[in-house]
Protein backbone atom coordinates (compact mmCIF):
# COMPACT_ATOMS: atom_id res chain seq x y z
CA UNK A 1 0.00 0.00 0.00
CA UNK A 2 1.93 3.19 -1.24
CA UNK A 3 1.41 6.28 0.88
CA UNK A 4 2.82 8.55 3.78
CA UNK A 5 2.30 7.56 7.20
CA UNK A 6 2.75 9.35 10.73
CA UNK A 7 3.52 8.35 13.80
CA UNK A 8 1.77 7.73 16.43
CA UNK A 9 -1.17 9.48 16.22
CA UNK A 10 -1.43 10.76 19.37
CA UNK A 11 1.44 11.67 21.26
CA UNK A 12 1.71 13.27 24.65
CA UNK A 13 4.80 14.85 26.23
CA UNK A 14 5.61 16.47 29.53
CA UNK A 15 6.89 19.76 29.64
CA UNK A 16 10.98 20.26 29.12
CA UNK A 17 11.12 16.51 26.98
CA UNK A 18 12.02 16.20 23.46
CA UNK A 19 9.48 13.92 21.50
CA UNK A 20 10.51 12.89 17.72
CA UNK A 21 7.57 12.71 15.20
CA UNK A 22 7.88 10.04 12.49
CA UNK A 23 7.17 10.08 8.46
CA UNK A 24 7.90 7.64 6.34
CA UNK A 25 6.62 7.44 2.55
CA UNK A 26 6.86 5.12 0.00
CA UNK A 27 6.31 7.36 -2.46
CA UNK A 28 9.82 7.69 -3.95
CA UNK A 29 9.16 11.76 -3.60
CA UNK A 30 12.02 13.44 -3.19
CA UNK A 31 10.98 16.32 -1.43
CA UNK A 32 9.29 16.50 2.22
CA UNK A 33 7.35 18.70 4.12
CA UNK A 34 6.54 19.14 8.28
CA UNK A 35 3.24 21.78 8.57
CA UNK A 36 2.08 22.29 12.32
CA UNK A 37 -2.16 23.16 12.08
CA UNK A 38 -3.84 24.89 14.55
CA UNK A 39 -7.01 26.27 14.65
CA UNK A 40 -7.60 29.54 12.27
CA UNK A 41 -3.95 29.60 11.51
CA UNK A 42 -3.98 27.15 8.65
CA UNK A 43 -1.39 25.36 7.73
CA UNK A 44 2.29 26.64 8.67
CA UNK A 45 5.56 25.25 7.21
CA UNK A 46 8.53 23.98 9.78
CA UNK A 47 10.71 22.69 7.59
CA UNK A 48 11.43 20.82 4.64
CA UNK A 49 13.69 18.61 2.47
CA UNK A 50 13.72 18.84 -1.07
CA UNK A 51 16.85 15.70 -0.73
CA UNK A 52 18.28 13.79 1.43
CA UNK A 53 20.71 14.99 3.82
CA UNK A 54 19.30 18.58 3.23
CA UNK A 55 16.52 20.33 4.69
CA UNK A 56 15.56 24.16 5.00
CA UNK A 57 13.90 26.40 7.84
CA UNK A 58 10.43 26.85 7.06
CA UNK A 59 8.24 29.70 8.70
CA UNK A 60 8.29 28.60 11.96
CA UNK A 61 11.34 26.11 12.53
CA UNK A 62 12.41 27.74 15.87
CA UNK A 63 12.19 24.93 19.12
CA UNK A 64 11.95 21.64 15.61
CA UNK A 65 14.87 19.72 14.55
CA UNK A 66 14.67 17.73 11.72
CA UNK A 67 17.28 15.18 10.18
CA UNK A 68 17.37 13.54 6.39
CA UNK A 69 19.38 10.74 6.42
CA UNK A 70 17.15 8.61 4.25
CA UNK A 71 15.11 9.40 1.21
CA UNK A 72 11.94 7.37 2.93
CA UNK A 73 11.62 9.23 5.77
CA UNK A 74 11.58 12.38 7.46
CA UNK A 75 11.48 12.47 11.29
CA UNK A 76 10.94 16.17 13.78
CA UNK A 77 11.55 16.53 16.89
CA UNK A 78 9.92 18.87 18.63
CA UNK A 79 12.39 20.05 21.60
CA UNK A 80 11.81 21.37 24.90
CA UNK A 81 12.51 24.98 23.54
CA UNK A 82 9.51 24.92 21.63
CA UNK A 83 7.09 27.43 23.93
CA UNK A 84 3.42 26.11 22.55
CA UNK A 85 4.19 22.30 21.10
CA UNK A 86 0.45 21.37 21.32
CA UNK A 87 -0.68 21.26 18.09
CA UNK A 88 -1.66 18.73 14.94
CA UNK A 89 1.35 18.03 12.77
CA UNK A 90 1.17 17.03 9.13
CA UNK A 91 4.05 15.33 6.98
CA UNK A 92 3.71 15.81 3.23
CA UNK A 93 5.67 14.07 0.51
CA UNK A 94 5.86 16.21 -2.37
CA UNK A 95 5.70 15.42 -6.52
CA UNK A 96 7.07 18.84 -7.33
CA UNK A 97 6.93 18.88 -11.50
CA UNK A 98 5.64 21.43 -13.74
CA UNK A 99 1.81 20.62 -14.07
CA UNK A 100 2.23 17.50 -11.99
CA UNK A 101 2.67 19.28 -8.44
CA UNK A 102 0.64 17.11 -5.98
CA UNK A 103 1.29 17.07 -1.89
CA UNK A 104 0.65 13.53 -0.20
CA UNK A 105 -0.51 14.13 3.32
CA UNK A 106 -0.44 12.06 6.16
CA UNK A 107 -3.35 11.40 8.96
CA UNK A 108 -1.04 13.56 11.41
CA UNK A 109 0.21 13.25 14.96
CA UNK A 110 -1.83 15.20 17.71
CA UNK A 111 0.77 16.77 20.31
CA UNK A 112 -0.45 17.02 23.37
CA UNK A 113 2.23 18.73 26.48
CA UNK A 114 0.76 17.84 29.81
CA UNK B 1 7.85 35.91 -0.80
CA UNK B 2 5.08 33.75 -1.62
CA UNK B 3 1.71 34.45 0.19
CA UNK B 4 -1.95 32.89 -0.31
CA UNK B 5 -4.74 35.08 1.55
CA UNK B 6 -8.21 33.19 2.28
CA UNK B 7 -10.58 36.34 3.85
CA UNK B 8 -12.64 33.76 4.56
CA UNK B 9 -12.67 31.57 8.20
CA UNK B 10 -15.92 30.43 7.84
CA UNK B 11 -18.58 30.14 4.79
CA UNK B 12 -22.65 29.06 5.66
CA UNK B 13 -24.96 28.32 2.88
CA UNK B 14 -27.79 26.20 2.12
CA UNK B 15 -27.92 23.30 0.42
CA UNK B 16 -28.23 24.18 -3.42
CA UNK B 17 -27.08 27.32 -3.02
CA UNK B 18 -23.92 28.63 -4.94
CA UNK B 19 -20.85 28.78 -3.43
CA UNK B 20 -17.83 30.65 -3.86
CA UNK B 21 -14.67 30.51 -1.87
CA UNK B 22 -12.59 33.33 -2.01
CA UNK B 23 -8.47 33.02 -2.48
CA UNK B 24 -5.78 35.74 -3.43
CA UNK B 25 -2.29 35.09 -3.83
CA UNK B 26 1.16 37.45 -4.10
CA UNK B 27 4.21 36.16 -5.89
CA UNK B 28 6.05 37.65 -8.79
CA UNK B 29 6.59 35.28 -11.17
CA UNK B 30 4.20 32.52 -12.76
CA UNK B 31 3.02 30.57 -9.67
CA UNK B 32 1.42 27.02 -9.69
CA UNK B 33 -2.19 27.32 -7.44
CA UNK B 34 -4.32 24.47 -5.70
CA UNK B 35 -7.23 23.80 -3.71
CA UNK B 36 -6.74 21.31 -1.03
CA UNK B 37 -9.58 19.97 1.17
CA UNK B 38 -10.12 18.39 4.30
CA UNK B 39 -13.03 16.33 4.80
CA UNK B 40 -13.97 15.48 8.54
CA UNK B 41 -11.97 12.40 9.61
CA UNK B 42 -9.83 12.30 6.49
CA UNK B 43 -6.68 13.32 4.96
CA UNK B 44 -6.17 16.70 3.63
CA UNK B 45 -6.21 16.03 0.02
CA UNK B 46 -5.93 17.72 -3.58
CA UNK B 47 -9.03 18.83 -5.30
CA UNK B 48 -7.70 20.42 -7.97
CA UNK B 49 -4.84 22.50 -9.88
CA UNK B 50 -5.39 26.04 -12.42
CA UNK B 51 -3.33 24.36 -14.36
CA UNK B 52 -5.79 21.30 -15.54
CA UNK B 53 -8.37 23.52 -15.89
CA UNK B 54 -10.68 20.50 -14.87
CA UNK B 55 -14.02 20.43 -12.05
CA UNK B 56 -14.10 17.69 -9.95
CA UNK B 57 -16.84 17.64 -7.72
CA UNK B 58 -18.06 20.43 -9.76
CA UNK B 59 -16.08 22.61 -8.14
CA UNK B 60 -13.98 25.17 -10.89
CA UNK B 61 -11.85 27.41 -10.14
CA UNK B 62 -9.88 30.42 -12.33
CA UNK B 63 -6.77 31.87 -12.15
CA UNK B 64 -7.23 35.78 -12.39
CA UNK B 65 -3.59 36.84 -12.72
CA UNK B 66 -4.81 40.70 -12.77
CA UNK B 67 -6.74 40.51 -9.55
CA UNK B 68 -4.27 37.49 -8.68
CA UNK B 69 -7.10 35.50 -7.24
CA UNK B 70 -7.73 31.73 -7.75
CA UNK B 71 -11.47 31.44 -6.24
CA UNK B 72 -13.15 27.89 -5.61
CA UNK B 73 -17.03 27.72 -6.99
CA UNK B 74 -19.39 25.70 -7.16
CA UNK B 75 -23.43 26.66 -8.58
CA UNK B 76 -25.16 24.41 -6.34
CA UNK B 77 -23.67 23.37 -3.00
CA UNK B 78 -24.29 20.05 -1.47
CA UNK B 79 -24.17 18.91 2.27
CA UNK B 80 -21.52 16.14 1.24
CA UNK B 81 -19.32 19.75 0.36
CA UNK B 82 -18.80 20.12 4.07
CA UNK B 83 -14.85 20.71 4.95
CA UNK B 84 -11.64 22.80 5.32
CA UNK B 85 -10.43 24.41 2.25
CA UNK B 86 -7.26 25.19 1.70
CA UNK B 87 -5.58 27.67 -1.04
CA UNK B 88 -1.99 26.64 -1.79
CA UNK B 89 0.51 28.43 -4.33
CA UNK B 90 3.78 26.97 -5.86
CA UNK B 91 6.45 29.09 -7.05
CA UNK B 92 9.25 29.74 -8.87
CA UNK B 93 11.48 26.29 -9.05
CA UNK B 94 8.52 24.71 -6.83
CA UNK B 95 10.37 24.75 -4.09
CA UNK B 96 7.72 25.26 -1.40
CA UNK B 97 4.28 24.90 -1.25
CA UNK B 98 2.75 27.07 0.41
CA UNK B 99 -1.02 27.58 2.19
CA UNK B 100 -3.59 29.99 3.07
CA UNK B 101 -5.55 29.67 6.62
CA UNK B 102 -7.94 27.77 5.24
CA UNK B 103 -12.20 28.38 4.93
CA UNK B 104 -14.77 25.89 6.82
CA UNK B 105 -17.42 25.43 4.75
CA UNK B 106 -20.77 23.95 5.93
CA UNK B 107 -23.54 23.24 3.99
CA UNK B 108 -27.20 23.53 6.06
CA UNK B 109 -29.72 21.37 4.64
Not at chain 1, 71 to 77: A, G, M, Q, R, V
Not at chain 1, 95 to 107: K, N, P, V
Amino acid sequence: DGGITQSPKYLFRKEGQNVTLSCEQNLNHDAMYWYRQDPGQGLRLIYYSQIVNDFQKGDIAEGYSVSREKKESFPLTVTSAQKNPTAFYLCASILLQSGRTEAFFGQGTRLTVV
Amino acid sequence: AQRVTQPEKLLSVFKGAPVELKCNYSYSGSPELFWYVQYSRQRLQLLLRHISRESIKGFTADLNKGETSFHLKKPFAQEEDSAMYYCALSGLGYSTLTFGKGTMLLVSP
